[in-house]
């Protein structure tokens, strides 16, 4: 028999987004003690980030407090904290605070933030949308624009405050797209008398020679001719120059031609960074005498087929923090479903080596398809055997996503919302918080 005094593994996950959580829930019959460290006390669905930035759902609907989702999961406690290097030596994760958090298995999921590819002061006029003070950020300055163009007198103004630019023509820049034309055209288009919402001209701007660039060219071509029903300018193969407070500049790949495109709001989707995190941990790894691992310049954290990284069998990296190739060669995406995966099958492979069970093999990505959508009954489906496009990719869409969000709850609350939304065309979280609505359209 075991003696009760003996010490259980302790196991410290850093990141409770779809990775973080997966491995610990795949922890909850394991004799160990899990903690988990977050910076943000709520566990948030972000691929519905973009329907609280166009006012279809609060961010609410979308979150639910990480304490709530481990609350039946006894050997799992929760910390609110951020994460500020690692002591190897020790084996402990440094707190902001000053505080340490020891541990015998570390799990990083950190997850990961905006890439301006070297314009950092990009940021300050184009968000782009990871979080949800991102996803408020992004709504405020979309609806402060329809205030502000109501309240001018100057046409020149006026159309800069109704021309919105989203630059990247992946999924969140395809959906931003058609969320802020169907919010000027359809939702508030009865709103306003000094302005019609729906002449504001909404404009996609993209490096590559198509929209959804990672999908069967059928789809992209699909999702391209649904942006410009919808009123969506879409320009290709064309690169970002500049971004001011009033102004975007555009290259052409050829550089034959140079845009300026007079506005006030821009949206980022054109690329992410990993969380530094990685580079902190391969730094401390040195620091204690071992071998750096290899930290690519976005951040990413390189580990081998089991997730480990530096072949250690106490460190893992998943989700948007690591850099492992598939079976096609090419680095795994990231989505959710990789860090959905890759947290389960850590949990499970830090299981079987407690127990003395046989590990299970390097870790393989099950690829359930990819889906995007465009508006209201358009969207585009890639599920390995079968592409299909309209209002049935548009159900399974939604069908994916609702099986996918954390709580019951919240699914009910999603569910009803878009019923709601569907059957009135109406976004009923359009608020403009975070400064008094004064100061928001003052001149």
Not at 328 to 352: E, F, N
Request: glycine fraction near 10%; charge should be positive.
């Amino acid at each position: 028999m075991a003696n009760d005094s003996t010490p259980r593994h302790r196991v410290v996950v850093i990141g409770g987004g779809f990775g973080g959580m997966y491995c610990t829930q795949t922890l909850r019959r394991s004799p160990v003690d899990v903690t988990i460290i977050d910076r943000r006390n709520f566990h948030l669905f972000q691929p519905l980030l973009y329907q609280v930035a166009t006012g279809g759902l609060s961010p609410a609907n979308i979150a639910a407090p990480l304490r709530s989702v481990f609350t039946s999961q006894k050997n799992a406690v929760t910390l609110l904290a951020e994460v500020s290097g690692f002591d190897m030596v020790t084996k402990r994760v440094l707190l902001q605070d000053g505080d340490a958090i020891p541990f015998d298995t570390l799990v990083v999921a950190g997850g990961s933030t905006h890439h301006y590819f070297g314009h950092a002061e990009w940021e300050e006029h184009a968000p782009g949308l990871k979080t949800v003070e991102d996803a408020t950020k992004i709504r405020r300055k979309v609806l402060t624009a329809f205030e502000k163009a109501e309240r001018t007198t100057d046409p020149v103004a006026r159309q800069r405050l109704l021309t919105f630019v989203v630059v990247g023509g992946g999924p969140t820049g395809v959906e931003m797209a058609g969320g802020i034309c169907e919010l000027a055209r359809v939702t508030m288009r009865r709103d306003f008398r000094n302005i019609d919402p729906a002449v504001a001209r909404v404009i996609l701007v993209e490096g590559q020679t198509r929209v959804l660039g990672g999908f069967h060219e059928k789809l992209s071509a699909y999702a391209l001719k649904a942006l410009e029903a919808l009123g969506v300018e879409v320009q290709l193969d064309a690169h970002v120059t500049e971004i001011g407070p009033d102004r975007v500049v555009v290259k052409t790949d050829a550089g034959t031609a140079v845009r300026r495109i007079d506005t006030e709001t821009v949206v980022w989707a054109a690329g992410v960074k990993a969380s530094p995190l990685g580079q902190k941990l391969s730094d401390a790894v040195v620091a204690a005498g071992g071998t750096a691992f290899a930290v690519g310049r976005a951040g990413h954290a390189s580990v081998g087929p089991d997730c480990s990284l530096g072949g250690r069998t106490d460190l893992f990296a998943i989700g948007d923090m690591a850099s492992l190739n598939g079976a096609t060669g090419k680095p795994l995406p990231g989505v959710a479903q990789v860090a959905i995966q890759q947290g389960s099958y850590v949990g499970d492979l830090i299981h079987r080596r407690l127990k003395g069970e046989s590990l299970p093999g390097p870790f393989k990505y099950w690829d359930k398809g990819s889906m995007a959508t465009i508006g209201r009954r358009r969207a585009v489906a890639d599920v390995g055997f079968m592409r299909f496009t309209g209002f049935i990719a548009w159900l399974a869409w939604l069908a994916v996503h609702v099986i996918y969000i954390a709580h019951f709850s919240n699914r009910v609350l999603v569910l009803f919302q878009w019923f709601w939304n569907y059957v009135t065309r109406n976004r009923s979280a359009r608020l403009i918080t975070g400064e008094s609505s004064a100061k928001a359209v003052a001149h």
